[in-house]
């Protein structure tokens, strides 16, 4: 209690206010503007999906976040996720056997695979050299890591890897005078 003659604040006494926006009625202080309190109960609105909206009633709705089983488009597999997730936009973490587009089979291997990753020996069709790469590389996106065997005009061998423009002169005939001298000689006659 206040004397007589000070100003008044507002009143703190605890009561029951309809809230304007969604009619439920909560407590709270006398002095509290209901327009400027948020509703606690637990919201009674529809989400477009059809499942009721799991936040507090003063908060703005937002996306589903019920889980429920979605069938993975590409493979048919049933998965849980958020009702609002695109089933379209994941892939699929089950594990399967899957035959690859090479031939391979892979066991226990994500749904969702597409590269075939098994260790292979290729043998490139234009040197014939080998290399073990993953099946998935093929000669036009793997270029051959092989020391190039063409032997050079000064007679020592390319330094090169295949298929890169072999240099007119070694390293060797690059740091002897006398011989990068006599090579270029006999290029030019």
Known sequence: MLKCG?????????????????????????????????????????????????????????????????????????????CHIDATLLKCYFLCDKLMSCGHTHMNARCHKTTCDKIMIQVYNRCKHRHVVPCYLHEESFPCRAACDMPLICGHACTEYCGEPCPILCNVCLQDPECRNRILVKQFV
């Open 6 to 82: 000070v100003q008044c604040g507002d009143c703190e006494i605890f009561v029951e206010k309809i809230m304007p926006e969604c009619g439920h009625t909560q407590t709270m202080k006398c002095g509290v503007n209901p327009q400027n309190f948020s509703c606690l109960l637990p919201c009674t609105k529809v989400l477009p999906c059809g499942h009721r909206c799991m936040l507090k009633c003063g908060v703005q709705c937002g996306d589903c976040e019920i889980f429920v089983e979605k069938t993975m488009p590409e493979c048919g597999h049933q998965q849980e996720m958020p």
